[in-house]
């Protein structure tokens, strides 16, 4: 079992940062891609960003991409979302979320463990 634990949300303004990190715990996670996913209110949960095992493979959504960059220190068991040039549309619960199968895949069907969010509220 892996417990995922997000950390760093909060309220920002527009055109500001944030930077979310997810702390792993339990059975090691060697070999688990990791990826980011949020929830709008009102809305069904979509893929943001993604990062392999090794870091040697990411996978962002269009619309974050150029704006948000994950990364892993797998030494840490951590995994970090840095999002920079927030906009209104950023708001959102962010979950991180483990793949035993080692692919930064979009599909959240593939992600075996979650965690239970973190709060983004960005103010214009």
């Known amino acids: 079992q892996v417990q995922l634990v997000e950390s760093g949300g909060g309220l920002v303004q527009v055109g500001g940062s944030l930077r979310l990190s997810c702390a792993a715990s339990?059975?090691?996670?060697?070999?688990?891609?990791m990826g980011w996913f949020r929830q709008a209110p009102g809305k069904e949960r979509e893929f943001v960003a993604a990062i392999s095992w090794s870091g040697g493979r990411t996978r962002y959504s269009d619309s974050v991409k150029g704006r948000f960059t994950i990364s892993r220190d797998n030494a840490k068991n951590t995994v970090y979302l840095q999002m920079n040039s927030l906009k209104p549309e950023d708001t959102a619960v962010y979950y991180c979320a483990a793949n035993k199968f080692d692919s930064p895949d979009y599909s959240d069907a593939w992600y075996e463990y979650w965690g239970q969010g973190t709060q983004v509220t960005v103010s214009s």
């Open positions: 339990g059975r090691t996670f060697s070999g688990y891609a």
